[in-house]
């Protein structure tokens, strides 16, 4: 399985890997293991909320994860990752 991240405004959306909803608010949920190959395209800023264990991660655009990231197959940069708590 394989999924693609794209922000944009939306009310709610959903695939296997992540719910994003807001009502006003924003809230972002992620899996706490994801399988497969997530891609964040370039161009888009990401926020992943660990701990977290994803198959294979390619950053094209700008990733933000939020406390631990573990990639159990392969990672592939172009753009770039940042860590905080």
Do not use: C, Y
């Amino acid at each position: 399985m394989s999924s693609t991240l794209f922000i944009d405004n939306i009310t709610k959306k959903s695939d296997n890997t992540l719910n994003i909803m807001s009502d006003g608010n924003f809230v972002h949920q992620n899996h706490s293991t994801i399988s497969g190959t997530t891609t964040i395209p370039s161009g888009s800023n990401s926020l992943l909320v660990g701990p977290t264990t994803i198959a294979t991660l390619t950053v094209n655009g700008n990733l933000n994860v939020i406390q631990s990231l573990n990639v159990t197959n392969e990672l592939n940069i172009v753009g770039s990752i940042s860590f905080s708590g």
